[in-house]
C-alpha cells in the first residue's frame, strides 16, 4: 500500500457551518505532506477526523488502510493537534511514562531518548504546568513519536517556538522522514516553513482542496528567467509581452527551452547579459493565489 | 478483556496527583483521628465533672470490644463525608480529560469503551482505598479512646461478626462507587470539573429528601418507587440487619431485599452504561 491517508467526498458540518465541504485528497506514503489553508479551512477538522476524535457527516477517511475508528490502525500514527495540553502536575517524564502505558503493547518506549532527541532532557523531571508553549510543543512532539508511529500528524509543531526552536524541529522532522522512514502529515501557517520542509503540499480553502502537488512542481510553474542586462529598456523591447521589469533586472516569461533563442536575440540586439537564472514562484505566492481566487469566486 | 492499559495509565496518573488523593482519602480519616482524639481528651479532663452531673458515658468505661467498634465503623464508610471527598477525586478522574484537553492523546491510544472502563476501575480502587482508610481511622481512634480511658480491649462483636463486618464494608463499597458513577455520568454529558462533582452532591441531596417527600403523597418509604429512584434507601435497608443483632437486630424481608438490590444494581449500571454510549458517539473537536 503506497497512501497514508484517502478521503472521498468527505464532509464535515457543525449546524450551519461547513468545515470540509467533499474533500477528496489522497495523501502518498513517505517524506513530509504539508497542508495548508487558511483558519477555518478545514486542516484541524480534517486531522481530528483522522484520529476519531469527531465523525464526518459523510464521505469516507481512511487512514493506513483502516477505519479511523480501528484501533490498531491508530496505534500505528502519532499525533499532536494544536498546541498539546498535559495534566499540570506530571513532569515531562511523567507524561511520557502515563502515556507509555496508555499505549501499552508491552514494549517500553524510549522515554529519555524521545527526551533528548526533542530538547527536553534538561526539563524532563520539572512540571510541566511551568513550561513554556514551545516547551508544551516539544513534549507534544515527544509523545507523538513516542511509540515509533508509521504516520505522525502534526497540527503547528512550531507554534509558539524561538527560531532555535524551529530549526531544531525542521530537522527533526526530516530526520523522521529521511532517516526513520515516517510518514510526516504536517500543518503549518509558516509558508517559508514549509516549503524547505516539505516533499508535497496540499492547499486546502473553505474545506475544500484547491491545489496539491509536489513543492518542487508547484513552485516551478510560475518560473520565469531573470535577466540583470546592460540595456534594460532594449531586452524588455525584444522579449515584448513576455517580458517585465523588476528592481533594475528583466523577467522573461518563457519556457526553458526558449532561453538560448532569447539570449541569442538579445546579444544580436546589443543587449549585453551580466547574469541569468531561472526563479521560481514561492509556496506564499501560490497560497495566496488559490485562497484569494477562491474567495474573489465566492464573492461574486 | 479487561482495560488493563487504560487502569495501569489512570492508576499512574492519579498516584501522582497528590493533592487529589490527599482530599479524597486521606483527609476526612485525619479529620476523624483528630476531632475524636481531641474530644476524648476533653472528656477526660471534665471527667469529674461529668461524674458529678451524673451524665452517663459509656465511653469512658467498661471494656471496648474492638470488633463491634469495627462494624460500627463499618456501617458508617458510605455516609456523605465518604462519598462527597471520593468524589473529589472521581471528579478530577472523570472531568479533568476535558479540562486539560488530553482526551486527544488517549483516543487514538485506546478504545473510547476502554478508556471509560478503565476510569471506572480506577475509581473503584479508590472507593477501596477510601474505605480501608475509613477502617483504619476507626481502629485508630478505638485504640486510642481504649488508651485515653484506660479501657482494656475485647475482640468478640457477637454472632457471625467477621461475616457482617465484610458485608457493610462490601455494601459501603458498592454505595460509594453508586454516588461516583452520578460524578462520571454528569461528567461526560456536560464536560465539566464543577458539574462532575456537584451534581451527585446534588443528586444526594434529593435522593435523600425523597422518602420524606413521598411519604405525605401516599407512596410508602419501602415502595417500590421510593426505593429504586433512592439507592441511599435501598443501601440503609441492606445495611441495617448488618449493624446490630439480638434485641435490636432489624430483620429484612426477601422481597424488601429484592427491591433495595435491584435498586442498587439500577443506579450501579444505568449512569456507566448512559456515560459510555455518550463518550462514545461523542465529538471531541474541543474538550
Redesign the interface.
Known amino acids: 500500500m503506497t497512501d497514508v491517508v484517502q478521503t472521498q467526498s468527505l464532509t464535515k458540518s457543525?449546524g450551519a457551518v461547513q468545515a470540509l465541504g467533499g474533500l477528496d485528497l489522497i495523501i502518498p506514503r513517505g517524506g513530509v505532506y504539508g497542508v495548508l489553508g487558511p483558519n477555518g479551512a478545514g486542516k484541524?477538522?480534517l486531522f481530528?477526523i483522522l484520529?476519531?476524535?469527531?465523525?464526518p457527516s459523510s464521505g469516507t477517511a481512511t487512514l493506513l488502510g483502516g477505519s479511523a475508528l480501528d484501533?490498531p490502525t491508530?496505534?500505528r500514527?502519532g499525533?499532536m493537534?494544536e498546541t498539546?495540553?498535559?495534566?499540570?502536575?506530571?513532569t515531562a517524564r511523567?507524561v511520557l511514562?502515563?502515556?507509555d502505558?496508555?499505549?501499552?503493547?508491552g514494549r517500553a518506549a524510549d522515554i529519555p531518548g524521545w527526551l533528548e532527541r526533542v530538547g527536553l532532557s534538561d526539563a524532563a523531571d520539572r512540571r510541566v504546568r511551568g513550561f513554556s508553549v514551545g516547551m508544551m510543543q516539544r513534549l507534544g512532539v515527544a509523545?507523538a513519536l513516542l511509540h515509533r508511529p508509521e504516520v505522525v500528524i502534526l497540527d503547528e509543531p512550531t507554534s509558539g517556538m524561538d527560531p532555535p526552536g524551529i530549526q531544531d524541529m525542521r530537522a527533526l522532522i526530516r530526520r523522521l522522514a529521511d532517516e526513520d522512514g515516517v510518514t510526516v502529515i504536517l500543518a503549518s501557517h509558516q509558508l517559508a516553513e514549509v516549503q524547505r520542509v516539505c516533499d508535497r503540499v496540499a492547499i486546502l480553502n473553505k474545506g475544500r482542496l484547491v491545489r496539491e502537488g509536489a513543492v518542487s512542481e508547484l513552485t516551478s510553474l510560475g518560473e520565469r528567467l531573470r535577466l540583470l542586462v546592460d540595456r534594460p529598456e532594449a531586452a524588455l523591447g525584444v522579449l515584448g509581452a513576455k517580458g517585465a521589469g523588476e528592481d533594475g533586472a528583466v523577467l522573461a516569461a518563457i519556457g526553458r527551452d526558449e532561453a538560448p533563442a532569447l539570449i541569442r536575440a538579445l546579444v544580436e540586439n546589443g543587449v549585453g547579459v551580466i547574469e541569468a537564472r531561472w526563479v521560481g514562484t514561492d509556496l506564499e505566492s501560490i497560497f495566496f493565489s488559490e485562497t484569494q481566487a477562491e474567495t474573489t469566486h465566492a464573492a461574486d | 478483556m479487561p482495560p488493563i492499559d487504560a487502569i495501569r495509565a489512570e492508576g499512574y496518573r492519579l498516584l501522582r496527583n497528590r493533592a487529589v488523593l490527599f482530599w479524597s482519602v486521606l483527609f476526612a480519616p485525619i479529620c476523624a483521628v483528630a476531632f475524636n482524639t481531641i474530644g476524648f481528651l476533653v472528656m477526660r479532663a471534665n471527667a469529674a465533672k461529668l461524674q458529678a452531673s451524673e451524665i452517663d458515658l459509656p465511653m469512658m468505661r467498661g471494656e471496648l470490644d474492638l470488633m463491634e467498634a469495627m462494624i460500627r465503623t463499618a456501617s458508617s464508610l458510605a455516609g456523605a463525608p465518604e462519598a462527597l471527598f471520593l468524589t473529589v477525586g472521581a471528579a478530577t478522574l472523570f472531568a479533568c480529560d476535558y479540562r486539560w484537553e488530553t482526551w486527544r492523546l488517549l483516543t487514538p491510544r485506546d478504545s473510547r469503551f476502554n478508556l471509560i472502563s478503565g476510569k471506572i476501575g480506577v475509581m473503584k480502587l479508590l472507593a477501596l482505598v477510601v474505605i480501608i482508610a475509613g477502617i483504619l481511622a476507626g481502629v485508630a481512634v478505638s485504640l486510642i479512646q481504649a488508651g485515653v480511658f484506660s479501657r482494656p480491649l475485647t475482640f468478640d462483636g457477637g454472632e457471625d461478626a467477621v461475616v457482617r463486618w465484610l458485608g457493610l464494608i462490601g455494601l459501603a463499597w458498592l454505595r460509594l462507587i453508586q454516588f461516583a458513577l452520578v460524578s462520571l455520568l454528569a461528567a461526560v454529558l456536560t464536560r465539566s470539573l464543577m458539574a462532575a462533582l456537584l451534581v451527585p452532591l446534588v443528586v444526594g441531596v434529593v435522593q435523600a429528601a425523597l422518602p420524606s417527600v413521598l411519604v405525605p403523597m401516599g407512596v410508602p418509604p419501602d415502595s417500590w418507587l421510593t426505593v429504586l429512584l433512592s439507592p441511599g434507601t435501598a443501601y440503609q435497608m441492606l445495611s441495617s440487619p448488618l449493624v446490630a443483632t439480638g434485641p435490636g437486630a432489624v430483620s429484612l424481608e426477601a422481597a424488601t431485599a429484592l427491591k433495595a438490590w435491584l435498586s442498587l444494581a439500577l443506579w450501579l449500571t444505568v449512569p456507566a452504561a448512559l456515560a459510555l454510549l455518550a463518550f462514545s458517539r461523542q465529538d471531541l473537536s474541543k474538550e
Open positions: 457543525y484541524s477538522t481530528r484520529l476519531g476524535l469527531i465523525r484501533r491508530l496505534r500514527t499525533s493537534i498539546p495540553r498535559f495534566p499540570p502536575y506530571l511523567q511514562h502515563w502515556l502505558r496508555a499505549h501499552g503493547g509523545a
